[in-house]
């Protein structure tokens, strides 16, 4: 397995569109699958942000992770947002999605984007593991999400 730049494998983009659609497609009401194509697309145009990178096997993607200048409208004043952080289920618990995010995580840190931002409804001890830290909770679209960071804390 390998963690390849989606710019680098664009034929696979329906299939990570449709992964997305399928897991947060009920957090973006009023969003189709054409919607979510569009937001990967958008990752095929930019040398900086959006960025979107696949866990690629063979010829098969397993996996993704993205880095988006906004992810949740309430909140504008955050940017950059880690988005996307998705594994194929027969392929969880290998710990490529830690390997995901750590690939974000290091883009965003050779290019000084400052500290990134992410939501998750259900996900807090996952990326705690990887020195996260939550810093306010929210409702969004009924649904209680937690918002994280990588900032370190004040002292």
Not at 31 to 41: A, G, V, W
Not at 51 to 63: D, F, K, P, R, Y
Not at 71 to 95: H, I, M, Q, T
Request: charged content about 20%.
């Amino acid at each position: 397995m390998k963690i390849v730049n989606l710019q680098d494998l664009p034929s696979c983009i329906e299939t990570v569109a449709r992964w997305h659609y399928r897991e947060w497609g009920a957090l973006y009401p009023g969003s189709d699958l054409s919607d979510f194509r569009e937001d990967m697309e958008a990752s095929l145009l930019t040398d900086l942000i959006p960025q979107t990178w696949v866990l690629a096997e063979g010829g098969s993607v397993w996996g993704s992770v993205s880095i988006l200048t906004e992810d949740l409208p309430n909140y504008p004043e955050f940017s950059p947002w880690l988005a996307n952080v998705y594994v194929e289920p027969s392929k969880r618990g290998y710990g490529y999605g830690q390997q995901l995010v750590k690939v974000a995580m290091g883009y965003a840190r050779q290019r000084n984007l400052g500290p990134l931002f992410l939501y998750t409804p259900d996900q807090v001890n996952f990326y705690e593991r990887l020195g996260w830290r939550t810093f306010h909770e929210d409702i969004y679209h009924g649904k209680k999400v937690f918002l994280m960071t990588n900032r370190p804390a004040r002292v």
